[in-house]
């Protein structure tokens, strides 16, 4: 079957550092995305891997590992903004997104 | 300005009656997307359309339907609604132009059925 596994809750501290797990098994592989869910509002797109490495975007960095099934979104210095839902999403061999249940990230200051 | 529109934004429905859920996108993507998104579960999908004219089930497809008669809209229509289907409602379109086809989400539509 297919399945997306993430944490469901994480605290950090402003300032800091967090990294988010996600692994994944799909039917095929075309990608992994990351997305971020403010609550109440709809997801916006952060990342997108399709190679095995590191994506650095700003403030925020996401991994891949293909042979191991497994991803990492990496938010540095944190602010209360960051407090979000992040949802990991893996596409599938016939383009559809597989989502995990998403990762509540709190932010203390 | 471009993007996803999604209406009505709430409603509150009683059991047994039909309900449509309207999706409109101004950015020409060719793909279009219904998705429920309920508490600890992941987004799952209802119904997609990969071109207009053509429509496919997925996830959790029974008790909607759809259609997707032109490029910008794609109504989902509960036929006869049941109180399981009170969830958020999430419309998304993509390319599907090969690449990276990121998926971009209207604002939801959280529908209670009572």
């Known amino acids: 079957g297919q399945n997306i596994d993430q944490p469901t809750e994480m605290t950090a501290t402003e300032g800091a550092i967090v990294q988010i797990n996600c692994t994944y098994q799909t039917s095929g592989f075309n990608g992994l995305f990351w997305y971020q869910q403010h609550a109440g509002e709809a997801p916006t797109f952060l990342s997108y891997?399709?190679l095995d490495g590191l994506e650095e975007k700003g403030r925020f960095s996401s991994f891949l590992s293909r042979s191991k099934g497994y991803s990492y979104l990496l938010l540095k210095e944190l602010q209360m903004k960051d407090s979000a839902s992040y949802l990991c999403a893996g596409m599938d061999s016939n383009y559809q997104l597989i989502w995990g249940a998403g990762t509540k990230l709190i932010i203390k200051p | 300005i471009a993007g996803i529109t999604q209406a009505p934004t709430s409603q509150i429905l009683a059991a047994g009656r039909r309900m449509t859920l309207r999706c409109t996108q101004d950015?020409?993507?060719?793909?279009m997307y219904w998705y429920r998104q309920d508490l600890g579960l992941g987004l799952r999908l209802i119904h997609y359309?990969?071109?207009?004219?053509?429509?496919g089930k997925g996830e959790v497809p029974d008790g909607y339907s759809v259609s997707r008669a032109n490029t910008d809209d794609f109504p989902l229509t509960l036929a006869s609604a049941v109180p399981s289907q009170t969830s958020v409602y999430f419309c998304?379109?993509?390319?599907?132009?090969?690449?990276?086809?990121?998926?971009?989400f209207g604002p939801g539509t959280r529908l209670t059925v009572l």
């Open positions: 950015m020409r993507h060719n793909a």
């Open positions: 998304a379109s993509s390319e599907k132009t090969g690449g990276t086809d990121t998926q971009y």
């Open positions: 359309s990969n071109t207009a004219g053509t429509t």
């Open positions: 891997n399709v």
